[in-house]
C-alpha cells in the first residue's frame, strides 16, 4: 500500500482551486453557475507581450536558461524595480521563478528550520501558510479584523515577535481583503523590524498596479531595514500571464543565492520564452494598464454598492487588487430548508447550491467570518451576481 509522507498529509488543498474545481463540476451538469472564485483576471496578455514570446521562439529560445532568469531579464526586473518603487536591487539580488509561489516558496526552504517561527497576520494568502508548514515551521497568525481593515500594526507585529521568529509574510494590496497598507503603516512596520534585525521580513507586492488609492508602497522603501527586506513581485496579476508562470525576488545578496540554489535543484528555471517575454513586460511604461486598473475599480465600485444593500453583511473598501473580503458573521445560525450556516464555508456552499455563484470561505485564508469575492468578471456577470447572492441571503431565516 502506498503510504504518503506526513508532510503531505498535513497540507490542506487549496481552496481556491477545490471551490473552482466545484463549480466546473456543476458547470458540466448544465447549471448556470457563476465563478468568483479564482484569484485570475478575465483580460487576455497584452499583445506586445505575446509578439515578444513569438519573437523568441523565432528566434530559438527553446534551451535552459541560467537559474536566476537570464541577465537581460533581471537587469529589465532591476529597471522596473527602481522606476516604481525607487527600490536598488542589483542583478545578483534578484531570482526569477516559476511564479511568485515558487518565489515564496524557495524563500521560505531558504530560511526556515524545524520550529522556528514565521508570523503571518490574517486574513493571508492560503499558500503562506501550508508552504510554511511544508518547512516544518511554524505558523504565528495574527488576526486582523474587519474594524483593522484587515491590517495589523507595528504593535501588533511586535507582541508576536520571539527569539524563534524567523520570517514575517504579507503581502499589500492583500489577497484576500483587497486592503493596502499605507507609507505611514509600512513605516510603523519598518520601525519595529529594524529592532530585530534577525527577522526577515517578506513583503508580496504582487497586485501592486492594481491600487485605487495612489501610489504603491514598498516595505523596503526604508534604508533601516532594506536588508531585511524581500520583495515579491510577479507578472501573473497586471500583466494577465497567469498562465505564463513567472515570479521574482529583490532580496539581500545571501538570499538572493540561496533560492538560487533552491530552484536549481527543484525546477532549474522558469520557461525560456516566458523570461523572453517578460522584458516586454518589465521595460513597458505602466501606464499602459491604466484602462484595466479603471475597469477593475469601476467593477468594485459596482460589488461593493451591491454587497452594501445586503442587510447583514459588513463591507471593507478594498483599495486595491481585485477582491472584496466581506463579514457575513450575521447569517450564521440561520437556515433554509434545514439547511443551517455555521460558518463562511457553508454560506459559500449554500451560495453555490442556491445563487450558483462561487466564492471561497475565508476559513481557508484566517477568518472563517468572512468570504471572498473576486470581482475579475464582466459588470453585466458581477451584477446578476449579486442579485442572485442578495435573493439567496433572503431567504435564510
Ligand atoms: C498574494 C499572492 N501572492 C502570490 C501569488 C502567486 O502568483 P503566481 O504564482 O501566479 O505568480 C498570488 C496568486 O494568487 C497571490 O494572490
Given at each position: 500500500m502506498i503510504q504518503l509522507s506526513e508532510r503531505l498529509l498535513a497540507m490542506e488543498e487549496s481552496a481556491t482551486i477545490a471551490m473552482a474545481k466545484k463549480s466546473r463540476e456543476l458547470k458540466s451538469q448544465g447549471k448556470d453557475v457563476i465563478s468568483l472564485s479564482l484569484g485570475e483576471p478575465d483580460f487576455h496578455t497584452p499583445a506586445f507581450i505575446k509578439a515578444a514570446a513569438v519573437e523568441a521562439l523565432d528566434q530559438n529560445y527553446t534551451t535552459y536558461t541560467p537559474v536566476p532568469g537570464y541577465d537581460d531579464l533581471r537587469e529589465s526586473i532591476a529597471h522596473k524595480f527602481k522606476r516604481d518603487n525607487n527600490l536598488t536591487y542589483a542583478k545578483d539580488q534578484i531570482v526569477v521563478s516559476t511564479g511568485a509561489k515558487q518565489s515564496i516558496a524557495n524563500l521560505v526552504l531558504s530560511l526556515i528550520n524545524p520550529g522556528d517561527e514565521v508570523i503571518i497576520p490574517a486574513?493571508?494568502?492560503?499558500s503562506y501558510l501550508e508552504i510554511v508548514k511544508v518547512a516544518e515551521g511554524v505558523p504565528v497568525v495574527i488576526s486582523a479584523g474587519i474594524d483593522k481593515d484587515f491590517k495589523i500594526t507595528g504593535a501588533d507585529l511586535e507582541a508576536a515577535i520571539?527569539?524563534?521568529?524567523k520570517l514575517f509574510m504579507f503581502s499589500t494590496p492583500c489577497n484576500p481583503t483587497g486592503s493596502v497598507y499605507t507609507k505611514a503603516e509600512l513605516q510603523d512596520l519598518a520601525r519595529v523590524l529594524a529592532k530585530y534585525p534577525q527577522v526577515v521580513a517578506m513583503s508580496d507586492e504582487i497586485y501592486e498596479h492594481i491600487n485605487f488609492v495612489g501610489k504603491h508602497e514598498s516595505l523596503a522603501q526604508f534604508p533601516e531595514i532594506y536588508n531585511q527586506v524581500v520583495t515579491v513581485n510577479g507578472v501573473s496579476k497586471a500583466w494577465a500571464m497567469t498562465g505564463w508562470r513567472l515570479g521574482y525576488i529583490g532580496a539581500p545578496k545571501e538570499i538572493a543565492a540561496a533560492c538560487d540554489k533552491v530552484q536549481g535543484q527543484f525546477?532549474?528555471?522558469?520557461c525560456s520564452i516566458t523570461q523572453r517575454a517578460t522584458i516586454a513586460a518589465m521595460n513597458a511604461?505602466?501606464?499602459?494598464l491604466k484602462d484595466m486598473i479603471a475597469a477593475f475599480e469601476s467593477r468594485r465600485n459596482l460589488v461593493l454598492n451591491g454587497l452594501n444593500n445586503i442587510p447583514g453583511l459588513k463591507v471593507n473598501q478594498p483599495g486595491g487588487a481585485f477582491y472584496v473580503f466581506p463579514d457575513?458573521?450575521?447569517?450564521?445560525g440561520k437556515s433554509f430548508n434545514g439547511q443551517m450556516i455555521h460558518n463562511s464555508d457553508d454560506l459559500c456552499m449554500y451560495l453555490l447550491e442556491v445563487a450558483l455563484v462561487a466564492c471561497v470561505g475565508g476559513a481557508a485564508f484566517g477568518d472563517p467570518n468572512c468570504f471572498r469575492i473576486s470581482y475579475a468578471a464582466s459588470e453585466e456577470t458581477l451584477q446578476k451576481a449579486v442579485d442572485r447572492i442578495s435573493n439567496a441571503l433572503a431567504q435564510l431565516q
Amino acid at each position: 500500500m502506498i503510504q504518503l509522507s506526513e508532510r503531505l498529509l498535513a497540507m490542506e488543498e487549496s481552496a481556491t482551486i477545490a471551490m473552482a474545481k466545484k463549480s466546473r463540476e456543476l458547470k458540466s451538469q448544465g447549471k448556470d453557475v457563476i465563478s468568483l472564485s479564482l484569484g485570475e483576471p478575465d483580460f487576455h496578455t497584452p499583445a506586445f507581450i505575446k509578439a515578444a514570446a513569438v519573437e523568441a521562439l523565432d528566434q530559438n529560445y527553446t534551451t535552459y536558461t541560467p537559474v536566476p532568469g537570464y541577465d537581460d531579464l533581471r537587469e529589465s526586473i532591476a529597471h522596473k524595480f527602481k522606476r516604481d518603487n525607487n527600490l536598488t536591487y542589483a542583478k545578483d539580488q534578484i531570482v526569477v521563478s516559476t511564479g511568485a509561489k515558487q518565489s515564496i516558496a524557495n524563500l521560505v526552504l531558504s530560511l526556515i528550520n524545524p520550529g522556528d517561527e514565521v508570523i503571518i497576520p490574517a486574513p493571508y494568502w492560503v499558500s503562506y501558510l501550508e508552504i510554511v508548514k511544508v518547512a516544518e515551521g511554524v505558523p504565528v497568525v495574527i488576526s486582523a479584523g474587519i474594524d483593522k481593515d484587515f491590517k495589523i500594526t507595528g504593535a501588533d507585529l511586535e507582541a508576536a515577535i520571539t527569539p524563534r521568529t524567523k520570517l514575517f509574510m504579507f503581502s499589500t494590496p492583500c489577497n484576500p481583503t483587497g486592503s493596502v497598507y499605507t507609507k505611514a503603516e509600512l513605516q510603523d512596520l519598518a520601525r519595529v523590524l529594524a529592532k530585530y534585525p534577525q527577522v526577515v521580513a517578506m513583503s508580496d507586492e504582487i497586485y501592486e498596479h492594481i491600487n485605487f488609492v495612489g501610489k504603491h508602497e514598498s516595505l523596503a522603501q526604508f534604508p533601516e531595514i532594506y536588508n531585511q527586506v524581500v520583495t515579491v513581485n510577479g507578472v501573473s496579476k497586471a500583466w494577465a500571464m497567469t498562465g505564463w508562470r513567472l515570479g521574482y525576488i529583490g532580496a539581500p545578496k545571501e538570499i538572493a543565492a540561496a533560492c538560487d540554489k533552491v530552484q536549481g535543484q527543484f525546477t532549474s528555471a522558469t520557461c525560456s520564452i516566458t523570461q523572453r517575454a517578460t522584458i516586454a513586460a518589465m521595460n513597458a511604461d505602466p501606464i499602459v494598464l491604466k484602462d484595466m486598473i479603471a475597469a477593475f475599480e469601476s467593477r468594485r465600485n459596482l460589488v461593493l454598492n451591491g454587497l452594501n444593500n445586503i442587510p447583514g453583511l459588513k463591507v471593507n473598501q478594498p483599495g486595491g487588487a481585485f477582491y472584496v473580503f466581506p463579514d457575513c458573521s450575521a447569517y450564521f445560525g440561520k437556515s433554509f430548508n434545514g439547511q443551517m450556516i455555521h460558518n463562511s464555508d457553508d454560506l459559500c456552499m449554500y451560495l453555490l447550491e442556491v445563487a450558483l455563484v462561487a466564492c471561497v470561505g475565508g476559513a481557508a485564508f484566517g477568518d472563517p467570518n468572512c468570504f471572498r469575492i473576486s470581482y475579475a468578471a464582466s459588470e453585466e456577470t458581477l451584477q446578476k451576481a449579486v442579485d442572485r447572492i442578495s435573493n439567496a441571503l433572503a431567504q435564510l431565516q
